[in-house]
């Protein structure tokens, strides 16, 4: 398998080069050269895997640099960490779905991808001789996800920057307890932007991006995704097999567009089986007024009770979008400079027609969140996340004969408040959260300057 950019400008690359270059350098993002089908015979054999099996599987399609015993190491390793024997299980709660990804552990969604690229990048750097030093940016889930996928890993440093008193005392806690040498947790006095434009600086400094390694785990790395697309195929199994069906839907509480890109890749990878996925957004909708009519055009990015979907420009977008314009590169090239131009793109009825054969979506309001965690939490007593809510309220819009598979990308524990507001009391904890108050933290405190957080870094990188 090889791998080529959205945009066209880059010479045909193996699986273990897109790893490591996150980014497509003509800045188009990268993917398969083709994507694979497999037979009816193979799906019913990989019916029976269990979900690491079936993850190695379906890697090795992609993944085929790497020998098979390695790999199988890699991703043994990275789902040994999850809680739940299943990694992934799917439950039936009323008349809907849910499949609980959030057994990791940060209890998000973005442990069952970022595990794996820990393990990963680790391997890759031992057998390149090579370090790396990763400096992100959070507001939330994803740095404590990152942090724990790397955390203790040879040849790697991470430096991850939230706004100091910003972000929930749980995700803080999660990210400064980490008691691993190579951890690095800075609090900026500052806002998330602030954060995010420090990082950003940094790696527009070429000369110490190159000198310090520095590298990102940011949501579009291929492997991020590709890790991704395995859960898609496991639930479609054990759904059919229970409800002796062949046809699913899956509704994806949606940002960045990284989950459900997984989702339609699994699509097109099992052929039939998967019908459509339902494209839940929160109040930003940009993504479900591009599925419904045609528009992607910037709004402002508005903050609600399900904060990882509070994203306007999906990152993720240009991969589908390069399968929209068949496969065109310099269409999708035109186009993200139209958009980054005017902030808008426009889709043609015979586009839109084409959309809607893989996607249907709904916008769900803060209102409608809230009133779904309570009525789930009534009719079923289980307790959803406001992410997850806003996944089975669409998911619910689009319910008919067949089964709706809803993805569950966090544990409600992670956002008390919400859950608190809606059924009256805070979701109980799980291990991993307790205790984590007690346990010593290790975190600096640095000013909003980029000077400052470059000479931190400058002092505690691997090099
Ligand atoms: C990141 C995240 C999402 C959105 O996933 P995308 O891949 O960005 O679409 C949804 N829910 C939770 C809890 C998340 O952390």
Redesign the pocket.
């Known amino acids: 398998m090889r791998y080529i950019s959205t945009r066209g400008g880059i010479n045909p690359i193996p699986f273990k080069e897109t790893v490591l270059m996150g980014l497509a350098e003509d800045g188009g993002l990268i993917l398969p050269d083709n994507i694979p089908q497999v037979s009816a015979n193979t799906l019913y054999l990989w019916r029976g895997l269990s979900y690491s099996e079936l993850a190695f599987e379906v890697l090795s399609l992609f993944a085929d640099d790497i020998p098979g015993d390695d790999l199988k190491n890699l991703v043994e390793k990275a789902y040994s960490s999850f809680s739940h024997p299943e990694i992934c299980p799917v439950v039936k709660k009323g008349d809907i779905w849910i499949l609980e990804l959030f057994h990791g552990p940060t209890l998000?969604?973005?442990d069952i991808a970022l595990q794996f690229l820990g393990n990963l990048f680790e391997y890759l750097l031992i057998e390149r001789k090579q370090k790396m030093n990763i400096l992100g940016a959070t507001s939330?889930?994803?740095g404590s996800a990152a942090i724990y996928g790397v955390r203790g890993r040879q040849n790697i440093n991470i430096f991850i920057l939230f706004p100091k008193g910003r972000v929930s005392p749980i995700q803080e806690l999660q990210m400064t307890t980490v008691p691993d040498q190579n951890v690095f947790c800075l609090a900026i006095e500052g806002t998330f932007d602030d954060c995010q434009y420090i990082v950003k600086s940094i790696f527009n400094d070429l000369d110490f991006k190159k000198k310090y390694s520095l590298g990102a785990v940011n949501?579009i790395n291929w492997a991020r995704v590709l890790a991704q697309v395995v859960y898609y195929i496991w639930a479609y199994f054990r759904v059919i097999e229970s409800e002796k069906v062949k046809e699913v839907r899956f509704s994806?509480?949606?940002?960045?567009?990284?989950?459900?890109f997984a989702g339609y890749l699994a699509k097109r990878i099992i052929g039939k089986g998967i019908e459509r996925l339902v494209l839940a957004t929160n109040e930003n909708d940009i993504l479900t007024r591009f599925v419904n009519k045609g528009d992607y055009s910037l709004g402002q990015v508005t903050s609600t009770i399900?904060p990882?979907?509070d994203?306007q420009i999906?990152s993720?977008f240009e991969r589908y979008l390069y399968y929209l314009l068949n496969e065109e590169p310099s269409r999708v090239r035109e186009a993200m400079e139209h958009f980054s131009q005017t902030g808008k793109l426009a889709f043609s009825a015979e586009e839109i027609a084409k959309v809607k054969k893989d996607f249907l979506s709904a916008s769900i309001s803060q209102k409608e969140t809230l009133a779904m965690i309570a009525s789930f939490y009534e009719k079923t007593g289980y307790v959803l996340?406001p992410?997850t809510a806003v996944g089975v309220a669409a998911g619910f819009k689009f319910k008919d004969e067949r089964p709706m598979i809803a993805l569950a990308?966090?544990h409600p524990a992670k956002f008390p408040e919400a859950v608190k507001q809606a059924i009256g009391r805070e979701p109980e904890k799980p291990e991993s959260l307790k205790g984590l108050e007690e346990k010593p933290k290790r975190v600096k405190v640095l000013p909003a300057k980029i000077e400052k957080v470059k000479e931190f870094v400058a002092q505690n990188a691997l090099i």
């Open positions: 998000a969604f973005k939330g889930d994803t949501s994806v509480p949606t940002g960045n567009f990284g989950d459900i399900s990882s979907m994203i999906a993720n996340d992410h990308t966090a």
